[in-house]
């Protein structure tokens, strides 16, 4: 059993584009993260909800749209996509209490061209 | 600005060596410091953490020592393995707030 799924795990599309990338969890953790790992390998949190509600939104172009429809999902719509975008985004989650690890997905490789 | 600093970025180690990354902090209200092991293609997992109110935590081959007045915290790994070769994440937390990555160390053991 997958403890966080994302899809898909490739994603190859050009310049302008609007994609999503789709986030689930079997863990029942009350709160969800996508993070972008870049070439360095630097993992930066984008945004983070805590049962659907946004809590963590850090200097993300707004052409990225993150949409939890429950506790269990968390989708990403990039609009317009740009060069600059190509990375690893991975979907995490974690429970409520200060100590709780964060579970990752596997990762969905974006490349722009 | 980097608030969790790592090094060395990249480590080449002999099986059965010692591996050591090292970590630095800033922010004093950071209170959880978990390590992350990333193999390629794989998302980061949890090795091990520690709080702290204590100076070392040893999980097997892993062990984490802390060093609270210096701010410094560092992952051994003894007995180095080929199957140990990841990227390794420090990483700090304080209370609810979110995780606070280093920038990464690529371990390569060789046989």
């Known amino acids: 059993d997958t403890a966080v799924s994302q899809t898909p795990k490739y994603l190859v599309t050009q310049m302008g584009n609007d994609k999503s990338i789709k986030c689930e969890q079997n863990l029942g953790h009350d709160t969800m993260y996508w993070y972008k790992q870049d070439s360095k390998k630097f993992l930066k949190i984008m945004f983070s909800y805590n049962n659907k509600e946004l809590i963590i939104n850090e200097t993300v172009p707004n052409r990225f749209s993150p949409k939890s429809p429950d506790k269990a999902h968390l989708n990403l719509h990039i609009n317009s996509l740009e060069l600059g975008d190509s990375a690893v985004y991975f979907c995490a989650s974690s429970q409520g209490y200060r100590d709780s690890p964060l579970h990752f997905g596997n990762g969905t490789r974006l490349t722009v061209t | 600005q980097q608030q969790v600093k790592q090094s060395p970025q990249s480590l080449i180690v002999q099986k059965g060596g010692i591996s050591i990354i090292n970590c630095a902090y800033e922010?004093?209200?950071?209170?959880?410091f978990p390590w992350y092991q990333q193999f390629p293609g794989k998302g980061p997992a949890l090795l091990i953490a520690i709080r702290p109110d204590v100076s070392e935590k040893k999980e097997g081959r892993f062990t984490i020592s802390f060093n609270k007045s210096a701010k410094q915290f560092s992952l051994h790994i003894m007995d180095s393995q080929p199957g140990d070769s990841a990227t390794y994440f420090c990483?700090?937390?304080?209370?609810?707030?979110?995780?606070?990555f280093g920038i990464g160390t690529k371990l390569q053991v060789i046989p």
């Open positions: 922010n004093t209200a950071f209170d959880y």
């Open positions: 990483a700090a937390k304080g209370g609810y707030q979110k995780v606070t």
